[in-house]
């Protein structure tokens, strides 16, 4: 990813900043300047909106044949994810076997790298999700960034709490 672009995505990313439209209140993420249902009339309305973190999975499969640098991760699941706020996107389903993940099941979003650009490269860090019943945000022995993420205040370029 060019360093441009991880900078403008940074707040989206690691943080799960959306955006929604005050005049329809259609949510977005990543977020947009501009509604696709209200066109121009949105201009200026669209306003930053902090999801939850917290949804439902829609859909899913098992990934069992992984692109280069995934190779380690399989089996693992990939999800449809509905937030509460309405939205969704695609992201790992991670902490749960892959034969007890269910549409319909709760999810919560989590901290974790997901590769590495060789040993001495940039490590890459994104949002997955986890059952929302599992301890400490999704923290385990082998992923121990979910529970110092969870604890973290919001990165710059976060809106901040009211």
């Not at 949510?27 to 306003?47: E, M, W």
């Not at 319909?104 to 994104?126: C, L, W």
């Not at 945000?137 to 604890?151: R, Y």
């Amino acid at each position: 990813m060019a360093g441009a672009r991880f900078w403008r995505e940074k707040a989206s990313r690691y943080n799960g900043l959306g955006s929604k439209c005050g005049v329809c209140e259609k949510v977005f993420f990543p977020p947009r300047v501009l509604c696709d249902n209200c066109g121009r009339k949105s201009l200026g309305k669209v306003t930053p909106l902090q999801l939850k973190g917290n949804g439902t999975v829609f859909t899913f499969t098992v990934v069992h044949e992984a692109p280069r640098g995934f190779e380690t991760q399989i089996p693992y699941v990939v999800g449809l994810i509905e937030m509460d706020e309405g939205v969704k996107l695609t992201a790992q389903i991670v902490d749960v076997d892959p034969k007890d993940v269910k549409i319909g099941m709760r999810v919560k979003d989590v901290f974790r790298k997901v590769r590495e650009d060789g040993k001495a490269g940039v490590i890459h860090y994104a949002y997955k999700f986890a059952p929302a019943q599992s301890p400490h945000g999704g923290a385990t022995p082998e992923h121990p960034e979910a529970l110092a993420a969870a604890q973290s205040k919001p990165m710059d370029g976060a809106p901040k709490k009211k």
